[in-house]
């Protein structure tokens, strides 16, 4: 059974940071290509950023490029995205997911960025 746990979201200040993982189980964690998505209530889920599967490679949303380096351990099942220099638009629920054939989503971890 494939699982996709977020976690480490949170309120935080604008110009703080958050570090987010992502646990997956139930599939070949390493040969794939994993994604971080991000989704505003009343607005289409968006790509922020993506990982190949043995992390040699990252792209990103152009408007992230810098702030959010993302990661992975392979040995761990786990992705990450350590988010920089935060901003109220950045407030979102943060989801994980493979960037082909995706599977259902997972939970999803809220972050809120707000003085």
């Known amino acids: 059974q494939v699982q996709l746990v977020e976690s480490g979201g949170g309120l935080v200040q604008p110009g703080g940071s958050l570090r987010l993982s992502c646990a997956a189980s139930?599939?070949?964690?390493?040969?794939?290509?994993m994604s971080w998505y991000r989704q505003v209530p009343g607005k289409e889920r968006e790509l922020v950023a993506t990982i190949t599967n043995n992390g040699a490679s990252t792209g990103y949303a152009n408007s992230l490029k810098g702030r959010f380096p993302l990661s992975r351990d392979n040995a761990k099942n786990t992705l990450y995205l350590q988010m920089n220099s935060l901003k109220p638009e950045d407030t979102a629920k943060y989801y994980c997911?493979?960037?082909?054939?995706?599977?259902?989503w997972g939970p999803g971890t809220q972050v809120t960025v707000s003085s």
């Open positions: 997911n493979k960037l082909y054939l995706p599977f259902p």
């Open positions: 139930g599939f070949t964690f390493s040969s794939s290509a």
